[in-house]
């Protein structure tokens, strides 16, 4: 079936520290990827996303490259801030008219 | 301007009870959803409406009944509340049903059961 596995949390990091957050995904046919970030008490909003192979997507210092290849959209930022701290979830939609497939969430910590 | 509203944002109740989680989006979108997340954070679909039709209905007890009385609203219904059925819904909505729709969510419903 269709499945996310992201790696376990929690992560803490010190600020300025590079962060990678690990995501695989199994999937029939080509899914768009999508990272959505979690802030403490509220709900989850889109950070980036990519629909097809080789893209690359960016926001607010975070990237992501779907690799068809590995089966994978490892979220990365080269500089984590206090403020980044929040669960990340990664995400797949295998056709239309379907769901998110969400993994697990990794909870980050970020210390000053 | 409040994308994806949902209320209450917290509802405490007790089990047996009949209780409502309303969900409105005033981005113009066709296709909204409800999701679950559990205590350990895993969020999985419940239903799905696109233009007010019923297109997803996973695995959940018949005591949860989705209703969208029109396109911008969809709210949650759940009978005789169990102890189970404590967690976070989240609303959500996108523009349509394709593979790369983004879905915008609401700030969530935490919903305990005594």
């Known amino acids: 079936g269709n499945s996310v596995t992201q790696m376990e949390g929690p992560v803490t990091l010190s600020e300025e520290a590079f962060l990678t957050i690990n995501c695989t995904y199994t999937?029939?046919?080509?899914?768009?990827l999508f990272w959505y970030v979690q802030y403490p008490g509220e709900g989850l909003q889109l950070l980036l996303k990519?629909?097809?192979?080789?893209d690359k997507g960016s926001n607010k210092g975070f990237e992501a490259t779907y690799r068809k290849e590995t089966t994978s959209f490892h979220l990365e930022k080269g500089s984590v801030q206090v403020s980044d701290s929040a669960v990340y979830f990664c995400?797949?939609?295998?056709?239309?008219?379907?769901?998110?497939?969400f993994g697990k969430g990794t909870r980050l910590s970020v210390i000053a | 301007d409040t994308a994806v509203s949902q209320t209450p944002k917290y509802l405490v109740t007790q089990m047996g009870n009949d209780k409502s989680i309303k969900c409105e989006q005033n981005?113009?979108?066709?296709?909204m959803y409800w999701y679950k997340q559990d205590s350990k954070k895993f969020l999985k679909i419940m239903f799905s409406?696109?233009?007010?039709?019923?297109?997803i209905n996973e695995t959940v007890p018949n005591r949860f009944s989705p209703k969208s009385p029109d396109k911008a609203h969809l709210n949650l219904h759940i009978n005789s509340l169990e102890l189970g059925d404590s967690a976070v819904y989240f609303c959500?909505?996108?523009?349509?049903?394709?593979?790369?729709?983004?879905?915008?969510f609401g700030p969530g419903t935490r919903l305990t059961v005594l």
């Open positions: 959500a909505s996108s523009q349509g049903a394709s593979l790369t729709d983004t879905q915008y």
């Open positions: 999937a029939t046919g080509y899914p768009s």
């Open positions: 990519a629909t097809k192979a080789d």
């Open positions: 995400a797949l939609r295998y056709t239309g008219n379907t769901p998110l497939v």
């Open positions: 981005l113009g979108h066709d296709t």
């Open positions: 409406y696109n233009n007010k039709e019923l297109i």
